[in-house]
């Protein structure tokens, strides 16, 4: 129940198109969920976030689309660019967590064609 | 204001050596927290410290592992006797407080490879 499940495992997209990765999970008591990017040899950083009460949040070629109900969130990179050839994490935390740890799902690697 | 630091960046130790791996997080942050990364895998919560004390190791693995983060310097994780089976990412991230903000800022990482 702790899990985070992100797809596709690897995506290609032509430049100028749109990425869409997916997550879905199962626990409830999660209340925040982030997206990081990571680049290879790097450490993950954070992309763009959102809480449950919001269904979509944009912040600039980056949207987080939230659907509570179906318990799934997912990340559009519009005008998709070679730069944003990375690796994409999902994650959530759980509200109940005296850590605050934040679950990571398993990773998208992303690839812009040019 | 300097991000989170870690060091070494790359280590290689043989096995049965032991591995020490170290944070700075980032100034005014008192909060923090260790991951490891697989190969070709997401990160894996390890511990969750704050100053002197252990709030939440319930991603270390029971034997060989240990962690503490001191009044003063940086966070300390600890491998005994290492195995190839440790060989992996280990990144720290660092937050102000619990529960009052969300984001966590990681650090570069440590590559550790296990001979």
């Known amino acids: 129940q702790q899990q985070v499940k992100q797809s596709p495992q690897s995506l290609i997209v032509q430049k100028g198109g749109i990425s869409i990765i997916n997550c879905a999970y199962e626990?409830?008591?999660?209340?925040?969920f982030p997206w990081y990017q990571q680049f290879p040899g790097k450490g993950p950083a954070l992309l763009i976030a959102?809480?449950?009460?919001?269904s979509e949040k944009k912040e600039g070629r980056f949207t987080i689309s939230f659907n509570k109900s179906a318990k799934q969130f997912s990340l559009h990179i519009m005008d998709s660019q070679p730069g944003d050839s990375a690796t994409y994490f999902c994650?959530?935390?759980?509200?109940?967590?005296?850590?605050?740890?934040?679950?990571f799902g398993s990773g998208t690697r992303l690839s812009i064609r040019p | 204001n300097a991000g989170v630091m870690q060091n070494p960046r790359h280590l290689v130790r043989r096995r049965g050596q032991e591995a020490r791996l170290r944070c700075s997080p980032m100034?005014?942050?008192?909060?923090v927290y260790w991951y490891r990364q697989l190969p070709e895998e997401g990160l894996k919560f390890m511990v969750y410290?704050?100053?002197?004390?252990?709030?939440?190791e319930s991603g270390m693995p029971k034997e060989r592992f240990s962690a503490e983060f001191p009044k003063e310097g940086p966070s300390i994780l600890r491998i005994q006797q290492v195995v190839r089976g440790d060989s992996a990412a280990y990144f720290c991230?660092?937050?102000?407080?619990?529960?009052?903000?969300?984001?966590?800022?990681f650090g570069p990482g440590t590559r550790l490879t296990v001979l």
């Open positions: 991230a660092s937050s102000p407080r619990d529960r009052g903000t969300d984001t966590q800022y």
């Open positions: 626990n409830t008591a999660f209340d925040y």
């Open positions: 959102i809480r449950p009460d919001v």
């Open positions: 994650a959530a935390r759980d509200r109940y967590s005296s850590a605050s740890k934040i679950i």
């Open positions: 100034k005014g942050h008192s909060h």
């Open positions: 410290l704050q100053k002197e004390n252990i709030i939440d």
